[in-house]
């Protein structure tokens, strides 16, 4: 079946950047997605790929593709603190939409 | 627009009690998706609707959950009779159309714990 993986937790110090990892199982995603959870709230998209994409970049997000090993990852430059929250890769194909089980990322001072 | 809202924002209740949990989409959008968030289990989709029509109810636990939507700006997420496990924070979620650029928008949840 479809399966999203993402490592459970991450931890930086404030400044140093961030590379949460996703891998996804099926090679006819269409589209790769990051929502980004702050405490007690619903998810929130932060930014998406089309699957013909190598990369994305918005601001200190960039996003990198490697459809060939159906990897994905999110990099955040310069955490802040503001960034802790937990980051759910997820992937669309057809009328199917699968998340992962989320990376809790923690940002020390 | 106020976004997705949802009600109650927390709810506690006894086993055995019936629990209704209540979504108002994005004006405009012809998706709904219910979601169940558990440390356990992480983020699944129970059902979503299309133009007030379910698609998808494979991801429903059991038939004690139940879930209607009677217009475009309303939808029902129903237990009966609610138990422990079912303690979760639910989701709801709507999109102008299904992946692609159009994203969900997701409510702030509803957080059940059944005692």
């Known amino acids: 079946g479809e399966d999203v993986e993402q490592s459970l937790f991450l931890s930086v110090r404030e400044g140093d950047s961030s590379v949460i990892n996703c891998t996804y199982t099926?090679?006819?995603?269409?589209?790769l997605y990051w929502y980004k959870q702050e405490p007690g709230a619903g998810l929130q998209l932060l930014t998406y790929?089309?699957?013909?994409?190598d990369m994305k970049q918005d601001q200190r997000l960039t996003v990198l593709l490697n459809k060939k090993d159906k990897h994905l990852s999110l990099r955040i430059a310069d955490t802040q603190t503001g960034d802790s929250a937990i980051y759910f890769c997820?992937?669309?194909?057809?009328?199917?939409?699968?998340f992962g089980p989320g990376t809790r990322l923690s940002v020390l001072p | 627009d106020a976004g997705v809202i949802q009600s109650p924002r927390h709810e506690v209740t006894e086993m055995g009690q019936e629990v209704t949990l209540r979504c108002k989409p994005i004006s405009g959008h012809d998706y709904l998706f219910w979601y169940r968030q558990t440390m356990m289990r992480g983020l699944e989709l129970l059902i979503y609707f299309n133009n007030n029509v379910p698609i998808d109810d494979s991801g429903m636990p059991e038939d004690r959950f139940s879930a209607k939507m009677p217009n475009a700006s309303f939808s029902t997420l129903k237990i009966q009779p609610s138990e422990p496990r079912d303690s979760a924070v639910y989701f709801c979620?709507?999109?102008?159309?299904?992946?692609?650029?159009?994203?969900?928008?997701f409510g702030p949840g509803t957080r059940l714990l059944v005692l």
């Open positions: 997820a992937e669309n194909y057809g009328q199917n939409f699968v």
């Open positions: 790929i089309f699957s013909n994409m």
């Open positions: 099926d090679s006819s995603s269409t589209y």
């Open positions: 979620a709507s999109s102008f159309a299904m992946g692609g650029q159009e994203t969900q928008y």
